[in-house]
Each structure stands twice: as C-alpha cells, then as structure tokens.
C-alpha cells in the first residue's frame, strides 16, 4: 500500500534531509516515486462525503467539512474541501485523498521540501533572537503547533502591456514646474508564482518567495507522505486578477525608474493589460513550514519557505523599550540640534526686521517640511509592521494552518 | 529666539529619532516582508513609445488606443 514500508508495512514519511522516504519503523528508505500509477489509481475511487450529509450536521463550521477513511486504521478523518493529505488523529499516518488528485486536477510538479521541521523551527528562533525590539517570551516561545504544508501555486508566464504617464518636479532657477513623462510598451514575465489556494491571502504567499524553480520535480504522492497539502481551488479570473496585480506594479516600479530627468516622481495616469500564457501554465505544489504559537492570547503564525528556510511574519513588539531608547535618543538629538540652532538663528533670522529674511525665512521652511516629513516617514514604517503583525495574527492563516486535523 | 531654536531642535530631534527607531524596529520585528522581486520574473519592459515634456493634454490623452481588446479566459475552472 502506498505510504507503506514494502519490508514490514511501516508508515513512510518523506525525508526532507534524505529527500528519500524512510521507515519509521525499520529506517528502511525508498526512492520517492517508486510505486506504480497503478498502485495509485485503485485509491482513486476512494470518495470523500460531506461530514453534514452524513451526519446530518447544519451547522457553519461543518459546511466546508468533509470526512474520508484512513486507509491505514479505518478511522474516519476529517478534512476541508481542498485538503489532498492530513495526518490521521487516531493512527498518525499520512492520509492522501487520492480522488482529489486524479489526473483531471492533479499537479504537474513538486518542490520537495528540503527543511525539516526542526531546521524550521531554529529558523525562526535564530532570526527572532535577532530582534531588538523582540519580547523575550517571544524568542523563547513555545510552538502550539508546526506543519509542513504544500500550498498549490501557479507557475504562470504572461505578457503585459503597459502605458504609464509620470509627473515630476523639474527645477529652472529658483522655480519648480510640472512636467509629465509618457511611457508605454510590453514586459514579458516568466515563472510567476501565484498562490492557488483562496484561504491563504495574497500577501502571505507572495512574502514567501523566491522559490527556486529550477528544483521542481514531477508531481509524485510519496512527496506528500508526512505533509500536509491543498489543491488550488482559485479560478481563472482570479488567477488573472492576482497576475495582473503584480505585472501592474512591476511595470509602474520599472517605468518610475526610467524617468530620470525629474524630482519627487509620481504616476499620473497608468493603463494596463496582461494576458496569460494559458497553454504553458504550471500547476504545482510548493513547500512552506507553518508555526504557530500564542502571545497574549493571541494567535500568531509564521511561516517558513520550506525550500530556502525564507521566515515570513510580523512580531508583536516591546513598545515600552523602543519609547524609551525613542525618547532618550529624541532628547539627545533635540540637545544636539539646540545647540546648532541657538546659535544658527540669529544669522537666518533678524527678528527686528533690519534686514531682509527672506533667505532666512525659506530656510526655516525647508526645515518645517523637513520635520513633517520625518515624522510621517517613521509613523508609516511603524504602521508597515503592524499591518504586518496584523498579517500574522490574521484568522485566515491561522484557519489555513490550523483548521487540520492530527 | 531660544524658545524658536527649541522648537526646532525638539522637532528635528523627535523626527530624527522616531525615523531611526522606525527603521531598526522594521528591521527587527518585520521579518522577511519581500515579495519576489521583479528581477527573478522580467527582464524588464521593451518601450515603444518614451515621450518627455508632455503637456497636461498630451499626458490625459497619452497611450489611448495602445492598450486594447478584451482577452477571453478559458472555460471552466
């Protein structure tokens, strides 16, 4: 049986070191891909009931439930609606749906995983130990929970056509003027990976990149043996949405950077098209580590790129440490700066009006507006890791990694 | 002209420091925030049309016609 040791019918589970699938029982090890279609093909039948019709459960936490029977202990294990292989909660085996991956929806490729959980785990303690404003109960958490998830991706290649106008301030003497800059032409982008999977966000996915595609093996189920994974469940509008959207922002980056002739550029007006290279399409399936643990009471989930050891997340931060070096360092500087204008001043400015200060006056300006600006640069950057401890303490990741059963 | 130099400094210090600690805090706490960059997927855009000094009307109307027609999606899911 498939997940199962040819020399004593132990569990297999794929060994992400070894990229070999090992016997917990007899360490015995075996190529993955090693078992027949055949083999495969006779669980094809296998159905999966929704748990509400069997048991009659309306309720809105059994919509999306489905149940399938271990093929290990007959023990009936739950799963989501595109769950393709989950842990068993009575024998702990991998359970693979394998009717979810007949040939009509099954995957081309594979990115193995190439960290352990383990390897995972030290990821995330080594780069949280690293954080200065990092709580000390949160570099020595402890996890609720580690998966090792494949999360299915599109591998696309389009072709995006572009016009952008830019504006951008253009000095002549002392004067500032407008000026608009037309920019309009084609990007072609290969190996695009879009995340198929609607219950992880956007965001999330595209934070785990790069991958390295070149490692993509053929899709085999031995891969799954030990992991957790999800069949893609997006369309094709919304593939086109989730392409166009980055294509979109590639091109805008890429044509603010071809205007060199002015100041504080921005785009004025942008059109865009992006068409999909349907026919070359990859669908395939892509390795990422799921850790979560509670702070507070709250749920937050980092994620690991299970092929590169990427850590993706936000951490909730010391906010009194970082006032207090804030403060003591502003009184610091105000020091500093005091010192200079105190004496600066008085040749900007003359306050009995004797002489001209127009110079004075504008320099004052700048240096208003410099102030603004400072201030508003550093609320966004701290408004940008919030939004993205929002992003790890969203219920969405957390429902993608948790809601699983084992 | 004190109380004006204070101002200042206590404007300039405060921003200063506040960009800073800002900075170290993203540095510290947002971890891995990157998409893949545009680098890994494009070699950027081949333009076929580059027009500096357009006037507002020029620029309203710039690229109209250039971007066109409605791509069908395949059928089914």
């Known amino acids: 049986m498939i997940g199962r040791c040819r020399n004593c019918t132990g569990q297999l589970t794929f060994?992400?070191?070894?990229?070999?699938?090992?016997?917990?029982?007899?360490?015995?090890?075996?190529?993955?891909?090693?078992?027949?279609?055949?083999?495969k093909e006779?669980?094809?039948?296998?159905?999966?009931?929704?748990?509400?019709?069997?048991?009659?459960?309306?309720?809105p936490e059994y919509i999306d439930r489905y149940v399938y029977i271990c093929k290990s202990c007959g023990g009936e294990v739950i799963i989501n609606g595109t769950e393709v292989s989950t842990r068993c909660l009575y024998c702990g085996n991998t359970a693979v749906v394998f009717s979810r991956i007949t040939k009509q929806k099954r995957p081309g490729y594979i990115l193995p995983f190439k960290l352990s959980a383990d390897e995972a785990l030290g990821?995330?303690?080594?780069?949280f130990g690293k954080g200065l404003f990092i709580p000390k109960s949160i570099r020595n958490f402890k996890q609720d929970e580690v998966r090792g998830i494949y999360i299915p991706y599109w591998i696309v290649n389009c072709r995006h056509k572009g016009s952008v106008v830019v504006s951008g301030s253009v000095r002549s003497g002392r004067r500032t003027r407008t000026e608009y800059f037309g920019r309009a032409g084609v990007m072609n982008i290969t190996g695009l990976p879009l995340d198929g999977s609607r219950m992880l966000s956007d965001e999330s996915s595209s934070r785990l990149e790069p991958y390295n595609l070149d490692d993509l093996?053929?899709?085999?189920?031995?891969?799954?043996?030990?992991?957790?994974?999800n069949i893609?469940?997006?369309?094709?509008?919304?593939?086109?949405?989730?392409?166009?959207?980055?294509?979109?922002?590639?091109?805008?980056?890429?044509?603010?950077?071809?205007?060199?002739?002015?100041?504080?550029?921005?785009?004025?007006?942008?059109?865009?098209?992006?068409?999909?290279?349907?026919?070359?399409?990859?669908?395939?399936?892509?390795?990422?580590?799921?850790?979560?643990?509670?702070?507070?009471?709250?749920?937050?989930t980092v994620v690991v790129n299970g092929q590169t050891g990427k850590v993706v997340c936000g951490v909730p931060w010391d906010k009194r440490l970082f006032f207090l070096l804030m403060t003591a360092a502003g009184l610091l500087l105000t020091g500093l700066f005091f010192l200079i204008f105190r004496?600066?001043?008085?040749?900007?400015?003359?306050?009995?009006?004797?002489?001209?200060?127009?110079?004075?006056?504008?320099?004052?300006?700048?240096?208003?507006?410099?102030?603004?600006?400072?201030?508003?640069?550093?609320?966004?950057?701290?408004?940008?890791?919030?939004?993205?401890?929002?992003?790890?303490?969203?219920?969405?990741?957390?429902?993608?990694?948790?809601?699983?059963?084992? | 002209?004190?109380?004006?130099?204070?101002?200042?400094?206590?404007?300039?210090?405060?921003?200063?420091?506040?960009?800073?600690?800002?900075?170290?805090?993203?540095?510290?706490?947002?971890?891995?925030?990157?998409a893949g960059s545009k680098s890994q997927y494009t070699f950027g855009i081949d333009y076929e049309i580059?027009?500096?000094n357009l006037s507002r009307g020029e620029a309203d109307s710039f690229g109209s016609g250039y971007i066109s027609g409605e791509e069908n999606l395949p059928t089914g899911v």
Not at chain 1, 123 to 127: G, S
Not at chain 1, 218 to 229: A, D, V
Not at chain 1, 363 to 381: H, K, P, Y
């Open chain 2, 50 to 52: 580059r027009r500096n």
């Open chain 1, 15 to 39: 060994d992400p070191g070894k990229q070999m699938l090992i016997c917990d029982n007899c360490g015995g090890t075996f190529a993955p891909g090693d078992y027949g279609v055949t083999e």
């Open chain 1, 232 to 300: 893609s469940d997006v369309t094709y509008g919304n593939l086109k949405s989730a392409a166009s959207k980055r294509a979109d922002e590639y091109f805008d980056e890429l044509v603010l950077r071809n205007v060199h002739e002015a100041s504080s550029i921005r785009i004025h007006s942008e059109q865009h098209r992006t068409d999909i290279d349907y026919k070359h399409l990859k669908y395939a399936m892509l390795p990422a580590w799921f850790i979560t643990y509670t702070h507070n009471g709250t749920h937050n």
């Open chain 1, 123 to 127: 990821a995330v303690r080594e780069r």
């Open chain 1, 343 to 406: 004496n600066l001043l008085p040749l900007l400015i003359d306050f009995n009006f004797e002489k001209s200060t127009a110079a004075g006056i504008e320099i004052l300006a700048v240096i208003a507006a410099g102030t603004i600006a400072l201030f508003s640069c550093g609320i966004a950057r701290i408004r940008k890791v919030m939004s993205s401890i929002d992003l790890t303490q969203d219920v969405s990741i957390f429902n993608f990694a948790g809601r699983r059963q084992g």
């Open chain 1, 217 to 229: 093996t053929s899709f085999s189920e031995e891969y799954l043996l030990g992991f957790y994974s």
């Open chain 1, 42 to 59: 006779l669980l094809w039948d296998t159905k999966v009931e929704s748990l509400s019709d069997i048991y009659g459960l309306d309720a």
């Open chain 2, 1 to 34: 002209m004190d109380i004006l130099a204070l101002i200042i400094s206590l404007g300039l210090g405060f921003g200063v420091s506040l960009l800073i600690f800002s900075s170290l805090l993203i540095r510290s706490n947002d971890i891995g925030n990157a």
